[in-house]
C-alpha cells in the first residue's frame, strides 16, 4: 500500500480509540489508565492520539528472545524471518481422521520441530487426554523444554498457564530470570474492543519484567469486526495500539510485537476462514501497517481449512506464508504443520512446510544485485553459446538453489521407477528418518531433577 492509505489507516484506529473506545474488564488496568490521564467511563477507556504517539516513541523497533543455547536465540524485527510450529492445538490428523493429542504424540512433534532447520520456535500444544488439565499442562511444558533447546512459546491462556511458565522459568534460569528475555508473551483480544481481566493482568505483568510481548486480535469480519478488509484492519488495529499503550504506560521501552490474525466468517459454516483470501489481504495489510510505524510484527500463518494433506491445504498455506514474507513480516506464528484451521496438526505437514519455509526464506523475488551475483563478467567469459555448468561462480552459488528432498525435481520416468510416491508419502517416510535420528539437546541435570519434581511429580521420563 502507499504510505498515505497506511496514514489513512492509522489514523482510523487512532479515532476509534479516542471515540469508541476500549474496554478493560480489570479494575486494575483502568485505575492505571485512568492515573495517566485517560478518560474513563466505568470500565471504557478513551484513548486520545498523543497518549499513542507517546507510546509508539519508546517501543523498540527489534527486541531478543533467549533461548538455553545462544546459538537458538531469536532476534526479532530485523529482518530476519522467525517461524514457529503450529501452537494451540490439541488434536492430530492422521489419513483424515483426527483424534486427541498423546504424550507419544507430543513428544514427536517436539523432537521433529528441534530437527526442522527453519521453524525456530516452538509452538505451544497440550496434551489434556487421558489427565486433568493441569497434568497435561505439566507434562506438555516439560517436555517442550527438555527435548528441544530452541525457544518455546509458553502457554498463556489461563492464569494456571502463566503460574507454571513462570515458574518453570525460574528452574531453568534461577531467581533472575527476567532480567533477561526470556518469554515471549502473545495475548489475544476480544473483538470488537476488549480486553479480558486475564489479558489485562498478563499484559501488566509481562511489562513491568521487561519481558517481550505483543497483543493479536482474531476479529472475524461480518460477526466480530467490519466484513470489509479495510474495516477489519482499522479495528485490528486500535485493538494493537491499546495494547501498546498499556504496555509502555506500564515499562517505557518494553519490547512489544504488532499482531494480527483477523479474518472473513465463513458464511457456510459462521467459522474463522484461514485459508480465505480476506485472510490473506489483512495479514498483509497488518504487515505494512507495522512496518509503517516501525515495530515488529507478527502476521499470517501456514494454517489451512483444509482437513487433509492435499491440494487445498498446499494453495491456502502459501499463500498465507508467502504474501507477508513477501512484506517482510518478522515472526510467523503457526508457520508449520498446520491444518483443521488450527485446530489439529500434521508430522508430515510440518515438514512439507519447512521446506517450503526454507524456499521462501530465499526471496528470490528480492535477488542481491552486487557484482558478484550480477555475474556480469561471467557472462562475459563463457560467451555466446558457451556452458555455465563447470564454471566456478556456478560451483559457487548452485546450492542457493532449491533442492528440497520432499518435492519432486525428477523426470516423470526416474519418479515413477522410484516408487511414484506424492510429497506426503515421501514426508511420512521422512518423519521417521528424522526421529530415528534426533539426538536430545541436553540439560543440566540438576534443572532436569527439579523440572521433573515440579512438573512429573519425581517420575522418571520416558
Not at 522459568?169 to 515471549?184: C, M, T
Not at 492435499?310 to 498455506?317: L, N, P, R, S
Not at 533442492?403 to 525435481?409: A, I, M, T, V
Not at 521407477?417 to 506424492?422: K, W, Y
Request: with cysteine; charged share 15%; proline share 5%.
Amino acid at each position: 500500500m502507499k504510505a498515505e492509505q497506511l496514514q489513512r489507516l492509522h489514523e482510523a484506529g487512532m479515532q476509534v480509540l479516542q471515540r469508541t473506545g476500549v474496554v478493560f474488564r480489570d479494575v486494575e488496568t483502568v485505575q492505571l489508565l485512568a492515573s495517566h490521564g485517560l478518560t474513563v467511563d466505568g470500565c471504557r477507556v478513551f484513548i486520545p492520539p498523543e497518549t499513542i504517539a507517546d507510546a509508539l516513541s519508546t517501543v523498540p523497533s527489534s527486541f531478543v528472545v533467549e533461548a538455553r543455547q545462544p546459538s537458538r536465540d531469536l532476534v526479532i524485527g530485523t529482518g530476519a524471518l522467525v517461524s514457529s510450529s503450529a501452537a494451540g492445538a490439541v488434536r492430530i490428523a492422521e489419513e483424515g481422521l483426527t483424534r486427541p493429542l498423546t504424550g507419544a504424540d507430543l513428544k514427536r512433534w517436539i523432537r521433529l520441530c528441534h530437527m526442522a532447520p527453519n521453524l525456530n520456535l516452538l509452538g505451544n500444544l497440550l496434551v489434556l487426554s487421558g489427565s486433568t488439565m493441569c497434568q497435561g499442562l505439566l507434562r506438555s511444558v516439560y517436555d517442550s523444554v527438555t527435548l528441544t533447546d530452541k525457544v518455546y512459546q509458553f502457554p498463556l491462556f489461563e492464569p494456571e498457564h502463566v503460574r507454571v511458565s513462570l515458574d518453570v522459568l525460574e528452574i531453568l534460569y534461577g531467581e533472575d530470570w527476567a532480567s533477561h528475555p526470556r518469554i515471549l508473551a502473545i495475548v489475544n483480544s476480544v473483538s470488537p474492543l476488549l480486553f479480558t481481566s486475564h489479558a489485562c493482568a498478563t499484559i501488566r505483568l509481562m511489562a513491568s519484567l521487561n519481558q517481550p510481548l505483543g497483543v493479536t486480535p482474531a476479529a472475524l469480519g461480518g460477526m466480530t469486526g467490519p466484513v470489509t478488509v479495510a474495516g477489519l484492519v482499522v479495528q485490528q488495529h486500535a485493538e494493537v495500539l491499546a495494547g501498546l499503550v498499556l504496555a509502555q504506560l506500564i515499562r517505557p521501552g518494553c519490547p512489544y510485537l504488532y499482531g494480527g490474525f483477523s479474518s472473513s466468517i465463513s458464511m457456510s459454516t459462521g467459522g474463522f476462514a484461514l485459508g480465505s483470501p480476506e485472510f490473506w489481504g489483512v495479514a498483509a495489510a497488518t504487515v505494512e501497517l507495522a512496518g509503517y510505524l516501525g515495530i515488529p510484527v507478527r502476521a499470517g500463518s501456514g494454517g489451512t481449512d483444509s482437513h487433509l494433506l492435499d491440494m487445498q491445504a498446499g494453495i491456502e498455506t502459501a499463500m498465507g506464508l508467502s504474501l507477508v514474507i513477501a512484506r517482510g513480516v518478522d515472526l510467523v506464528l503457526h508457520g508449520g504443520g498446520a491444518l483443521s484451521a488450527l485446530n489439529a496438526v500434521s508430522l508430515e505437514k510440518l515438514l512439507i512446510d519447512d521446506q517450503l519455509l526454507g524456499m521462501l526464506r530465499r526471496r528470490p523475488w528480492d535477488p542481491s544485485v552486487d557484482e558478484e551475483c550480477m555475474a556480469v563478467t561471467v557472462i562475459d567469459r563463457v560467451g555466446p553459446g558457451g556452458s555455465f555448468l563447470a564454471h566456478k561462480h556456478t560451483r559457487a552459488h548452485y546450492r542457493e538453489t532449491d533442492s528440497s528432498p520432499l518435492f519432486n525435481r525428477r523426470s516423470h520416468a526416474a519418479w515413477y521407477a522410484a516408487g511414484a510416491r506424492s510429497s506426503s508419502e515421501v514426508a511420512v517416510a521422512e518423519v521417521d528418518a528424522m526421529l530415528e535420528a534426533y539426538s536430545p539437546p541436553g540439560i543440566d541435570t540438576v534443572v532436569d531433577r527439579q523440572l521433573k519434581r515440579y512438573c512429573l511429580g519425581g517420575t522418571t521420563r520416558t
